[in-house]
């Protein structure tokens, strides 16, 4: 299967696009071939996850024709991801920004190889390491967030946004905080929603760092009730 492009390449090829006038690139072209060599260099697609043509200069520039197809008629061409519309959307007026940004990721390229899965600090308090509190928020973000409207308080000290921030629209205050202890993880297992909770990022820091893990029935105990 082809691995979608994520948000941070569909922003590298976008900025390609911007920075050539929009226009369409040959798969010979310095750009492409650039960029290309970039997207695999970057360790933003798991290695097991591509397979031989992974990003390769035909693939991305006729991935980048086909979004100016869908500019050009003003719908999306079927072989296209919905985000480089939204991307495109969020910087079609700055592409200044849209450029820092490429540029930052250009820049660190090498400490972005050298920061590997699982570095320390992805830790974040977690007495079970890095890659077990990276799976959990892995999952929590994979998982967890289609969820997340069902819900508009804090599951543990029941704080909402709307009291705090007035009527923001498109605020994002909740998490999902996963319930299964780190070391229950497991390939086979079936993300439901009763696994899940929505808690604040005070509440949720708190879960992160008290042993013993809660469960469903002990999660709200860590509310100091006088
Ligand atoms: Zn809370
Ligand atoms: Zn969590």
């Given amino acids: 299967m082809r691995a979608s492009w994520t948000r941070d390449e569909v922003i590298l090829g976008l900025d ?69 519309t939204i991307i495109y959307e969020e910087y079609k007026e700055r592409p200044g920004e849209l450029h820092e940004i490429a540029q930052a990721i250009r820049r660190n390229e090498s400490v972005i190889r050298q920061v590997g899965f699982g570095a320390s600090e992805e830790a974040d308090g977690f007495p079970e390491g890095a890659i077990l509190c990276h ?15 069902r819900v508009a308080q804090c599951a543990i000290c029941c704080v909402r946004v709307d009291h705090i921030y007035g009527s923001l629209p498109n605020v994002q205050f909740l998490e999902p905080h996963l319930l299964v202890p780190p070391t229950e993880i497991s ?13 604040c990022p005070n509440c949720h820091s708190i879960l992160h760092q008290i042993r013993p893990w809660r469960n469903r029935k002990t999660y709200v105990n860590i509310l100091q009730t006088l």
Avoid: C
């Avoid at 799976?135 to 409207?149: D, P, S, T």
């Fill in 187 to 199: 390939p086979d297992m079936t993300y439901v929603e009763e696994y899940f909770i929505m808690v």
């Fill in 16 to 84: 390609v696009l911007f920075s050539h006038g929009r226009r369409h690139l040959s798969m010979d072209s310095e750009a492409i071939i650039d960029l290309s060599n970039l997207l695999n260099r970057l360790p933003i697609i798991p290695i097991a996850k591509r397979n031989d043509t992974f990003r390769n200069t035909a693939g991305v520039s006729s991935q980048l024709s086909r979004f100016l197809w869908s500019l050009k008629y003003n719908e999306k061409h079927a072989n296209i991801g919905r985000i480089f």
């Fill in 135 to 149: 799976l959990h928020r892995h999952l929590e973000h994979q998982q967890g967030f289609q969820f997340k409207n």
